[in-house]
């Protein structure tokens, strides 16, 4: 069955450091993995997508990372800011669907 | 720039009642539409998507239809809305089917059926 995990469900951290969330996967054949960032309340919004071809794509302080042997993605945020406060969510694109993870809800504490 | 529009943004209706959720997309042309449901703890799930005019495919059996009567419009509707309906809907669209290509969405309207 194709699936989705993310992990931790929520995390909390203070204001500055980095963070790293985690997005396993079953999805089998795939084509891309997009990561997204939803503030309460609000539509997500894109932050990166990787063919299965590339291993790391950055967007600022967000990096995200695949390892399709592992089937293991990870999204990395470096020198979190308050505005980092929201919901990231994983998306795994095969040939006829997407299939989203339930998300991370992070928070970032001053 | 592309743009999309949702509205409402928030709506609180009775079981039985009709409903209705707009989306216009602008600054594209034939772009895919996809109507999602997003509930709490877990993932996006895709309601319909529409790929031209009047083509309408469902990914779920349901209260809901959706319409496309224009290029850049997508209309979620019901006819009689149950309490389970209720939800955050998010409209969104792309510029290719299930391809690499990025999904913007819109800002998404919370429906409560009461």
């Known amino acids: 069955k194709n699936q989705v995990e993310q992990s931790p469900q929520s995390l909390i951290i203070l204001e500055g450091k980095n963070c790293t969330l985690q997005c396993n996967y079953t999805v089998s054949p795939f084509s891309n993995l997009r990561w997204y960032k939803q503030d309460t309340g609000r539509g997500p919004v894109s932050l990166t997508i990787?063919?299965?071809s590339e291993n790391t794509k950055s967007n600022g302080r967000y990096t995200a990372t695949l390892d399709a042997d592992t089937k293991q993605s990870s999204l990395h945020i470096t020198a979190s800011q308050l505005s980092d406060s929201a919901s990231y969510i994983c998306?795994?694109?095969?040939?006829?669907?997407?299939?989203w993870g339930a998300g991370t809800k992070l928070i970032i504490k001053p | 720039s592309q743009t999309i529009h949702q509205w409402p943004a928030t709506l609180v209706q009775p079981v039985g009642s009709p409903l209705s959720l707009e989306c216009t997309v602008e600054g594209t042309s034939n772009p895919n539409l996809y109507w999602y449901r997003q509930a709490a703890g877990r993932g996006l799930q895709l309601l319909f998507y529409?790929?031209?005019?009047?083509?309408i495919s469902s990914e779920v059996p349901q209260n809901l239809s959706a319409s496309r009567p224009q290029d850049r419009q997508f209309i979620l509707s019901s006819k009689k809305l149950l309490l389970s309906d209720s939800g955050f809907y998010l409209c969104?669209?792309?510029?290719?089917?299930?391809?690499?290509?990025?999904?913007?969405f819109g800002e998404g309207s919370w429906l409560t059926v009461v």
């Open positions: 990787m063919t299965f």
């Open positions: 969104a669209w792309s510029a290719h089917l299930y391809s690499g290509n990025t999904i913007y």
């Open positions: 529409s790929v031209g005019i009047g083509q």
């Open positions: 998306g795994l694109g095969s040939n006829y669907q997407l299939i």
